[in-house]
């Protein structure tokens, strides 16, 4: 049963009220202070004190000081007035319990109110830093969008430079060859004059004079020939469709009819062993071979989609649980997925099946198939 309080005393002025409650022993930890516009209660066990107050005050803007066995209390009254005392008179319980209970709703309704309103701040902190953030990528993305573009068209205009360069370079070869051609035919023209008017000259000096101008004017024609000879044609790519074979040798090489009887065999005992599965027999005949089913696993685990990866493996594996690489590749997916413990069990059933491999070949054939391997 708690002490209740009466030994308190109080002052006010006409917008405060001052109260001092001695409290033995008083805590700050173990004190419970309640207060809202007309309710006051403070709990210190064992000690209880409750007040219904005279007028409303500002249960905000209010203030507890707790110390020196004392708690000293400073009430700012809503309308300046003077009470005629601390608490009002004629209270019955049931007065006093309605009191309480509003007390305590209002009391709810500001927490809740503080709640949600702390929660729409948050909600736009994270929101102003979402903007923040979506402004510092696109400022980014726009930074490094405008090195590349600056990149390009410092590399295309390095690229135009170089063209420029080749082109007069390729002029001035072109200036210079014309220059020795155009040389080169005066001299035959000086030379063809000296010889008419140079009369005393023998024939067999004429025959050589004029052989040795034919001589340059096929020099100057093969030259010419030289410069009308177009540029080589641009690279480029030829496709070539191949025709879609099982086998590896070539059509023209191969023999129809027992290839036909093979992949009908083959066919007939996938059909047989897809009956021992129901599920298997909506699939098509392709997602029904291991090894297609192996290599469409593997383009899933390049794209890093682990989970269908798996599902693959596994309807490879039902159909044949022989091949020691799908297991390996089923526990490359679970390590992918921190799935430990059954990446380890498919390692080690992929080590068994290449062990148990390994014993049913012959020692010889083995060091044979060593040989053969390392080209020994």
């Known amino acids: 049963m708690p002490l209740q309080v009466s030994d308190y005393s109080w002052q006010q002025t006409k917008t405060a009220v001052f109260l001092s409650l001695p409290l033995k022993g008083v805590c700050v930890r173990d004190t419970d202070v309640f207060c809202t516009e007309n309710y006051l209660k403070v709990n210190s066990p064992p000690f209880l004190f409750e007040a219904f107050l005279y007028a409303p005050i500002d249960d905000e803007n209010s203030k507890a000081k707790i110390g020196n066995d004392t708690i000293v209390f400073t009430l700012y009254k809503k309308e300046a007035a003077m009470w005629e005392a601390l608490s009002v008179t004629g209270v019955d319980k049931e007065m006093m319990q309605r009191i309480r209970e509003k007390s305590i709703l209002q009391a709810q309704e500001r927490a809740k109110e503080a709640t949600e309103a702390k929660a729409a701040a948050k909600r736009e902190d994270q929101k102003y830093a979402l903007s923040v953030m979506m402004k510092i990528e696109e400022e980014e993305r726009k930074k490094i969008e405008d090195m590349k573009e600056n990149e390009r068209i410092k590399a295309t205009e390095e690229l135009e430079a170089w063209k420029e360069y080749q082109r007069k370079a390729e002029e001035q070869k072109k200036i210079q060859r014309e220059e020795k051609l155009c040389q080169k035919e005066k001299q035959i023209k000086e030379e063809r004059k000296k010889l008419k008017s140079n009369s005393l000259t023998g024939n067999s000096a004429s025959r050589n004079l ?3 101008g034919r001589n ?37 090489e191969s023999q129809v009819a027992e290839e036909e009887e093979w992949l009908h065999k083959q066919a007939e005992a996938r059909r047989a062993m897809n009956t021992d599965i129901p599920e298997l027999c909506d699939l098509k005949e392709e997602e029904k071979n291991p090894e297609w089913l192996k290599d469409k696993g593997n383009k899933l685990f390049a794209t890093e989609n682990y989970l269908a990866a798996i599902n693959a493996y596994n309807l490879a594996i039902r159909l044949n649980s022989k091949i020691p690489l799908l297991y390996l590749n089923r526990a ?29 070949i012959h020692p010889t054939k083995l060091y044979k198939l060593m040989l053969r391997r390392f080209g020994m």
């Open 332 to 360: 490359a997916c679970h390590l992918k997925l921190k799935n430990l413990h059954k990446a380890i069990e498919d390692s080690s059933k992929a080590c068994r099946i290449m062990k148990r491999h390994l014993r049913l």
């Open 216 to 252: 340059s004017e096929n020099i100057f024609t093969e030259k010419l020939k030289e410069d009308s000879i177009p540029a080589p044609r641009s690279v480029g790519n030829i496709k070539i469709n191949f025709t879609p074979r099982v086998f590896p040798t070539a059509l023209r």
């Open 210 to 212: 004029a052989a040795k």
